[in-house]
């Protein structure tokens, strides 16, 4: 038997039954928090399966529309595009990121010539999908050369504005790079696109699968700690996001998603700007592998991204935006 008072206030009222529990929840998930990254690579009507990422594909060109579509059906807001460049377009100098009929260049006409407005399209500004040793920068005796790098950051940014990017997303981790682009588009009178800052991206073990997608992985010669955050640090994402919002970004990413958290969190407490997740291709990998072996539910889905949202995130970047049923 069970003695003494029963407390006056008892949490689980409001937990008895799923409309009350909708009644008080604190934070929601909808189509409109996701952006669908997709990979696309060379020739026609081709459709390529990623073994380190189950369920995610590349795609030529003339394939996405199918993808695309079906984003816009869900009400998914944006998409991102990378792309699988071909070796042997692939120099020291990172070339094929200024050429008009890269596979991203061509991807934005196509996006944009069927579909209008509908969906936003936002582009990765960065050199290692392109340079023969894999990283974001130009590469001069094992050291990554941040102002070389930044006039061809600026002209790729100015290039992806004009094939109809409607958000420039600098990735790289140059410093100073936001101010140069900002500048080289209001230059060319593209005033009205916007930029999301990749401001907080850690130097990670997470990225691989992403690096396999876009064919870099076996081309990075050495690692990118010279220039992507430590990850034992928390208060220089201040500093990054900072600095970024004063060169001009609209709004800004932290990548990876999950083990920052606390990052996104320290991020949108301290600056009232839209704060963006990336729920890496590592995270999504993890996830996918422990739901096919059985390990773990669909569900945990919906509860790793309704995490970035909790921590602040005002959209989320995740390959399980076209997966998922809201």
Same mark, same amino acid.
Request: aromatic residues 8%.
């Given at each position: 038997m069970i003695t003494g008072k029963y407390p006056s206030l008892r949490l689980r009222r409001s937990r008895k039954y799923a409309w009350s529990r909708r009644l008080v929840q604190e934070n929601s998930l909808s189509y409109s928090d996701l952006i669908l990254p997709i990979f696309l690579i060379e020739g026609?009507?081709?459709?390529?399966?990623?073994?380190?990422?189950?369920?995610?594909?590349?795609?030529?060109?003339?394939?996405?529309?199918?993808?695309?579509?079906?984003?816009?059906?869900?009400?998914?807001?944006?998409? =991102?595009l990378f792309p699988h460049t071909k070796t042997k377009k692939k120099d020291e100098y990172g070339s094929e990121a200024l050429n008009p009929d890269n596979l991203v260049c061509r991807g934005i006409k196509f996006?944009?010539?069927?579909?209008?407005?509908?969906i936003g399209i936002m582009c990765d500004v960065a050199l290692d999908p392109y340079t023969s040793h894999g990283h974001d920068g130009l590469l001069k005796k094992k050291n990554i050369l941040n102002d070389e790098t930044l006039e061809i950051l600026a002209k790729q940014a100015v290039l992806q504005a004009k094939m109809g990017c409607d958000v420039i997303?600098?990735?790289?981790?140059?410093?100073?790079?936001?101010?140069?682009?900002?500048? =080289?588009?209001?230059?060319?009178?593209?005033?009205?696109?916007?930029?999301?800052?990749?401001?907080?991206?850690?130097?990670?073990?997470?990225?691989?699968?992403?690096?396999?997608?876009?064919?870099?992985?076996?081309?990075?010669?050495?690692?990118?700690?010279?220039?992507?955050?430590?990850?034992?640090?928390?208060d220089e994402s201040l500093r990054e996001v900072s600095l970024d919002i004063k060169e001009g970004s609209d709004m800004v990413?932290?990548?990876?998603?999950m083990p920052y958290l606390d990052i996104i969190k320290k991020?949108?407490?301290?600056?009232?700007?839209?704060?963006? =997740?990336?729920?890496?291709?590592?995270?999504y990998s993890?996830?996918?592998?422990?739901?096919?072996?059985?390990?773990?539910?669909?569900?945990?889905?919906?509860?790793s991204l309704i995490s970035f949202k909790r921590a602040g995130a005002s959209s989320i970047v995740t390959y399980f935006a076209d997966q998922i049923d809201l």
């Open positions: 026609k009507n081709k459709k390529e399966s990623i073994n380190s990422m189950p369920n995610v594909f590349r795609y030529s060109v003339d394939k996405i529309h199918t993808v695309v579509n079906k984003a816009i059906k869900k009400g998914i807001p944006m998409v =991102a996006i944009k010539k069927k579909f209008k407005n509908k997303a600098p990735s790289d981790m140059m410093d100073g790079r936001i101010g140069m682009i900002r500048k =080289a588009l209001d230059k060319n009178n593209l005033y009205d696109v916007q930029i999301l800052s990749y401001a907080v991206k850690f130097s990670s073990s997470f990225y691989g699968p992403f690096r396999d997608a876009v064919g870099s992985k076996k081309l990075l010669k050495g690692d990118k700690k010279t220039y992507q955050m430590d990850f034992r640090n928390s990413m932290v990548k990876p998603g991020v949108k407490d301290n600056f009232k700007i839209p704060v963006l =997740a990336y729920q890496v291709s590592g995270e993890l996830i996918m592998n422990g739901i096919n072996k059985k390990l773990i539910d669909k569900e945990s889905i919906k509860e």
